[in-house]
């Protein structure tokens, strides 16, 4: 799988892109004695001497340089997120004091600890400490790390162009007539869909019919205009499978054709003579998704620099039995036990025709061709439609 490039993008376009570069910290965090708490700011030795009032020398807010308490008896009025102020190390919350007249006193038998309230400098992390790694998708959340480390840029993984093409002669998109022996093209906007959910976001889907001299001619124009290209129907054995024979004539290497899986055994997956990665999908929406989220979701998120995701394991709710000549791939509703375990409950789905049951799946499971009887509280390999 050719790696994609990376790029310098701005932090508004970077959510979602795989990390290319270590983000280390500009300054320690947080980068001074930050007060958690509005009150005042007093010496905890005064407080704890039975020190019970405290004649304010002035008020400090968050933003602002920080004043020096210049007396024992004296406090300074301090806002949430702002410094300490200098020779204090306490702060007494504005629900236990009393201001008239601007003195402060504090609340009859209350007990102070020295730096509550204080949020030490670099008790996060010092400066230069290596706050996220590369290989991780960014989330919402990185983003307020990488503003705080002072980067307005940051090295991601590029975004693949990607187009996806369904083929066949039966298909018509949803707003469009149909007739009673025809079906609606629903594999392309789903395969879109789950692609742009993890990120892929210059993707799009078009429909083709089973015409070779037409499939070559545009799977030409697109294989130019792309990096990835996902295929969707005309990959098996019959006389309108074409796929294969014009992937063959346009320059595509073929890597491999059909795995030993069901469903989705016909997968076909190719490199163009430009690097652009071919996948060509079975045409049956349970096929097509499973092998989408089995083997082009992981392989692009490969070439996008993002590291394994962790392996996840499920237990059977049920027995289980089928014919051992395939690795089977059973979908599954999941819920976790009062004991943690993660408990795998079999979806049945009427045929790799019947993508209306996977709505109630939250992914699936793998069961080896080297068994055909799956008892309940068998632990098996658990991959959930959205990676964790």
Known sequence: MPAFA????????????ILQQTVAAERDQPPFDRVMMDGIAVRHE???SGNRRFTIQGTQHAGEPPQTLTGADLAVEIMTGAVLPKDSDCVIPVERIDVRD???TVEAGYEAERLQF????????????????????ITPMDIAVIASCGLENVQASSQPVVRVISTGNELVPPGKP?????????NGPALVAMLQQQGFRQTADEHLVDEPALLRERLAETLDESSVLILSGGVSMGKADYVPQVLSELGVELVFHKISQRPGKPMWFGIGAEKQAVFALPGNPVSSLICCRQYVLPALLQ??????PRAETAVLAEDVTFNPELTCFLPVHIASTDDGLVLATPVPTNTSGDFASLSASDGYVELALEQNEFPAATAVPLHRWINP
Request: proline share 4%.
């Open 6 to 17: 990376t790029e310098y993008v701005p932090l508004a376009q970077a959510v979602g892109r």
């Open 118 to 137: 204080v949020h030490r400098q670099g008790s996060d992390y010092p400066a230069g400490h290596e706050v996220l790694a590369a290989g991780r998708m």
């Open 46 to 48: 005064s407080l704890a």
């Open 303 to 308: 070439a996008s620099g993002r590291g394994s």
């Open 102 to 104: 601007g003195i402060a």
């Open 178 to 186: 149909v007739e009673t022996h025809q079906v609606r093209l629903s």
